[in-house]
């Protein structure tokens, strides 16, 4: 169906217009792929056309969620040409879905061929009871789409939850690092003030140390001094009319022998 026969909002036109192109390019795809005979270029183009047909798949999804939200607004017979239009383009999506295993199965059955080394015919790979698009009908081929789409969704889903959970387990990982570096912050402060600690107590033990010693020649240079003075005192004593030896102040001289008379009586 045309895209000039449909009335569209600028936004379906745009996605619109963006499956159409791929799907040419999908078209365009196949065709250079029937014409490859090397096996690995093969398994290369079919990789970038299921990439082609994701994106076509993500677009058809978007494309539907736009008709649902613009439903209310348009009549009912443009809603039944865009939902045609929209199964129409799900039916051709399939139509290459299908074509895409056919290519697999023939290009895995080409690999086993090489490996077989000549043993016979290989026994085919690919499931017996598959359909081909050309023996599925319209409803066929768009439950089976929308299965594909759904089974792609879980996976989707599934593959979030885990990139959530990874977020997570980093998020909380950086907050763990964070939490421990600023508990090493605080260490080495601690051990900076510690060490300053330790160096103001050797200073003051350096310090008490200088004013013992001094504290301890004061004490010999008195005792020395007292000594002397004893000794000084002792020398007096002994000899007193020593003149080498001046009289100490406060210390008075020893008194001078007395002699007694006897005086005897006369008869």
């Known amino acids: 169906m045309a895209t000039a026969e449909l009335q569209m909002s600028p936004q ?4 619109h217009g963006e499956i159409r192109d791929l799907f040419r390019a999908l078209s365009n795809g196949f065709q250079r792929l029937d014409k490859m005979k090397d ?3 093969q398994s290369k183009q079919l990789e970038e056309l299921t990439g082609k047909m994701r994106e076509c798949k993500r677009l058809i999804k978007e494309l539907d969620r736009e008709i ?3 439903e209310s607004k348009n009549p009912p017979e443009v809603n039944k040409q865009l939902n045609d239009e929209k199964q129409s383009m799900i039916k ?3 139509s290459y879905v299908a074509l895409r295993k056919t290519y697999m199965n023939t ?3 080409k690999k086993i061929e090489l490996f077989d080394m000549g043993a016979g015919v290989s026994e085919p790979t690919a499931d017996e009871n598959v359909k081909v698009a ?6 066929e081929l768009v439950d089976h789409g929308m299965k594909t789409m759904d089974e792609t969704d879980q996976a989707i889903e599934r593959t979030q939850k885990v990139v959530e959970q990874t977020i997570e387990v980093g998020t909380q990982t950086a907050s763990t690092l964070k939490g421990q570096t600023d508990q090493m912050g ?5 051990l900076d003030t510690i060490q300053f600690s330790i160096k103001k107590a050797s200073q003051l033990v350096k310090e008490i140390g200088r004013q013992v010693a001094t504290d301890k020649c004061i004490m010999l240079f008195l005792f020395l001094i007292v000594c002397g003075v004893i000794a000084i005192i002792v020398v007096k ?3 007193p009319n020593n003149k080498d030896i001046r009289d100490i102040p406060g210390l008075a001289p020893p008194a001078p022998s007395r002699r007694l008379l006897y005086l005897r009586d006369p008869q």
């Open 134 to 139: 050309s023996s599925m009908s319209n409803q």
């Open 237 to 239: 004593i002994v000899n």
């Open 12 to 15: 379906l036109e745009q996605i």
């Open 92 to 94: 051709e999506l399939n």
């Open 68 to 70: 649902k939200d613009e």
């Open 186 to 190: 605080r260490i080495v402060n601690e």
């Open 107 to 109: 290009l895995g059955n």
């Open 39 to 41: 096996s690995n270029r």
